[in-house]
T-cell receptor, first 119, second 112 residues
């Protein structure tokens, strides 16, 4: 079964350092997402990406964050200067498309996550 | 704006007993509703979804959920709990654009 893969599974970094989290979405999917889950809290939407541009972003997704699809397969999340409060599990997800119906087009498939620890 | 509320952050059930996890949603448009499960140190796995059509939805691992518009609910049930059902369960709502809003999650503990 196709899956979304994320690397690294765990990264420890010093405050102020740049971090890049990588994701390989399912190959025929068109929509890409990043979510995060701070320990003990709910999963929060960060950003959605379609047709090589951000389609929606949350208040959390400030200027320290950026996303990119550099080569048509990878989908990356960059945090420019990490803060302690960026420590979280970051989930990448992809979907075939939007819209409902029984096609399941708006069903997101999630990766296993990248745990980021900022010291 | 859309949101979900999951009642109960922790649920303990005996093996073989009914599992009932409650989810209520708020949405200004017809919602798409989902239940995801997260096993320890793993990602989010889709259990089941409601988009349109039949309001009783069957998912994987014997789970099912019923969409009740009048009650704005999408409760998850399983007739007989198994030890392997121990996990965290998330209810989520989305609009047609696919962005998910998650509930706070319910941790399920299954006791022998």
């Amino acid at each position: 079964e196709p899956e979304v893969t994320q690397t690294p599974s765990h990264q420890v970094t010093q405050m102020g350092q740049e971090v890049i989290l990588r994701c390989v979405p399912i190959s025929n999917h068109l929509y890409f997402y990043w979510y995060r889950q701070i320990l003990g809290q709910k999963v929060e939407f960060l950003v959605s990406f379609y047709n090589n541009e951000i389609s929606e972003k949350s208040e959390i997704f400030d200027d320290q964050f950026s996303v990119e699809r550099p080569d048509g397969s990878n989908f990356t999340l960059k945090i420019r200067s990490t803060k302690l409060e960026d420590s979280a599990m970051y989930f990448c997800a992809s979907s075939l498309g939007t819209g409902g119906g029984s096609s399941g087009a708006n069903v997101l498939t999630f990766g296993a996550g990248s745990r980021l620890t900022v010291l | 704006a859309q949101s979900v509320t999951q009642l109960g952050s922790h649920v303990s059930v005996s093996e073989g007993a009914l599992v009932l996890l409650r989810c209520n949603y708020s949405s200004s448009v017809p919602p798409y509703l989902f239940w995801y499960v997260q096993y320890p140190n793993q990602g989010l796995q889709l259990l089941l979804k409601y988009t349109t059509g039949a309001t009783l939805v069957k998912g994987i691992n014997g789970f099912e959920a019923e969409f009740k518009k009048s009650e704005t609910s999408f409760h998850l049930t399983k007739p007989s709990a198994h030890m392997s059902d121990a996990a965290e369960y998330f209810c989520a709502v989305s609009d047609s654009w696919g962005k998910l809003q998650f509930g706070a999650g319910t941790q399920v503990v299954v006791t022998p």
